[in-house]
């Protein structure tokens, strides 16, 4: 069974930054994507960013700009997908998600891992 472990959430005031780290353990299929996702009390999860086994790299409008090219990054031998957050905002507090898209075309969700920032 697929598990996906995420780790990094804090407390952090605004400004600062933060690594969330996520590791998916019992894989038995071929991932086409692993991610980030973030939901916040009432509504829908948002895509944060996402990075494919190739490299290429997916970011939200709202990541854009705060967040450094490099922010994604995998580590597809381990099956271990990073988020480096800089500049955070109060509006980035949110519940962050892991999520391992598989070639078949499923989807795969940690747990989450909360992330708040204070003003």
């Known amino acids: 069974q697929v598990q996906l472990v995420e780790s990094g959430g804090d407390l952090v005031q605004a400004g600062e930054s933060l690594r969330l780290a996520c590791t998916a353990h019992?894989?038995?299929?071929?991932?086409?994507?692993m991610g980030w996702y973030r939901q916040t009390p009432g509504k829908q999860r948002e895509l944060v960013a996402t990075?494919?086994?190739?490299?290429?790299?997916?970011?939200?409008d709202t990541a854009k700009g705060r967040f450094t090219i490099s922010s994604i990054s995998r580590d597809n031998a381990k099956n271990m997908v990073y988020l480096q957050m800089n500049s955070l905002k109060p509006e980035d507090t949110a519940v962050y998600y892991c999520?391992?898209?598989?070639?078949?075309?499923?989807?795969?969700w940690g747990q989450g891992t909360q992330v708040t920032v204070s003003s």
């Open positions: 999520n391992v898209f598989s070639i078949a075309r499923r989807n795969y």
């Open positions: 019992r894989i038995g299929f071929t991932i086409a994507a």
């Open positions: 990075i494919n086994t190739d490299g290429t790299t997916e970011y939200a």
